[in-house]
């Protein structure tokens, strides 16, 4: 959804700048480019193949993206059932910086999954195992507004599992995510109402989605959400950066070396995770 910088102006300010020709130089914050890995894998268990698809990108200024120039390769490797070389996803497009690649359904809902990135004869890792989730029992336009008349409310909900410890991710389309555990809800059906805060029109669709994470990917992307939502201004970094779970692993040697994620600046953005995904389109009225 949009978000919208508002900035006031006191008439004595318009005035004193009519008669300022001062020169105000900014000296804008930047850091070394660094790797950007979006590799979250949603799985329909309806379908017989998925889709995998990896975005990479890299952190040229302290407000754009673009993709890298000189990635080599991406693989996926199934830890459960080698069988050879990692899966090579395809680059779509020339210079997209995003690859993809079918992989069986049935694979990915059972077993452990390596991915690797190859970029400039460094190569980034982690693995991940599909995280198993509940499906949506319902997904209903409500009446209440939040803040403004033009708030349009969705009400979710669905029945969590009462056989183990679960957390889950929403997508809510135009990028919008909430996340939850089900501490004071385990094992009971949960409903709650989710606010748009641009004008919905009537006959509009929306694909919402309920997906099964892991503890630390719930953490992630709770900070991820708590950032986005911050007082950051124009010309301010969050105080952290968020770290995933996509390390350098080019100096690893498994003697010596085994693990090398206590370096600060040894790691890509991003996070890779599979997830079980169940989703509903909504109509609004």
Same mark, same amino acid.
């Given at each position: $959804? ?19 020709? /001062? ?37 040229? #200024? ?13 693989? $996926? ?9 990692? *899966? ?14 079918? &992989? ?11 991915? *690797?990135?190859?970029?400039? !004869? ?48 929403? =997508?809510? =389309? ?14 009971? *059906?949960?409903?709650? #109402?989710? &606010?748009?805060? !641009? ?11 309920? $997906? ?8 992630? $992307? ?42 600060? /600046? ?5 996070? &890779? ?13």
């Amino acid at each position: $959804m949009k978000r919208t910088l508002i900035l006031l102006i006191t008439t004595s300010f318009l005035l004193g700048l009519a008669s300022c020709e /001062d020169v105000i130089e900014v000296d804008l914050p930047s850091e070394d480019p660094r790797l950007i890995i979006d590799a979250l894998i949603r799985v329909d268990s309806t379908q017989t193949s998925t889709l995998v698809t990896v975005k990479v990108s890299e952190t040229n #200024s302290f407000f754009e993206t673009v993709p890298p120039a000189n990635l080599q390769q991406v693989t $996926m490797s199934n830890l459960d059932n080698p069988g050879g070389k990692g *899966q090579v996803l395809l680059e779509e497009e020339p210079g997209s910086g995003i690859y993809s690649r079918l &992989f069986p359904t049935n694979q990915l809902l059972t077993d452990r999954w390596f991915l *690797q990135v190859d970029f400039e !004869d460094t190569f980034y890792v982690a693995n991940a195992k599909l995280i198993p989730t509940v499906p949506l029992d319902s997904v209903e336009q409500g009446d209440g507004i939040l803040f403004d008349e033009n708030d349009t409310e969705v009400i979710i909900t669905f029945t969590d599992s009462d056989e183990r410890d679960d957390f889950y991710l929403f =997508d809510f =389309d135009f990028a919008n995510f909430l996340v939850t555990e089900d501490e004071f809800y385990q094992g009971q *059906q949960f409903s709650f #109402s989710y &606010f748009y805060d !641009d004008q919905i029109e009537p006959g509009d669709q929306v694909e919402i989605s309920i $997906m099964g994470v892991d503890e630390s990917f719930y953490n992630y $992307m709770n900070k991820l959400i708590e950032q986005s939502e911050g007082p950051f201004g124009p010309f301010e970094t969050p105080a952290i950066t968020v770290r995933g779970n996509i390390i350098n692993a080019s100096e690893i040697d498994n003697n010596n070396n085994s693990n090398n994620t206590d370096n600060p /600046d040894n790691f890509a953005l991003g996070y &890779f995770a599979i997830v079980h995904e169940f989703k509903e389109v909504i109509v609004f009225e």
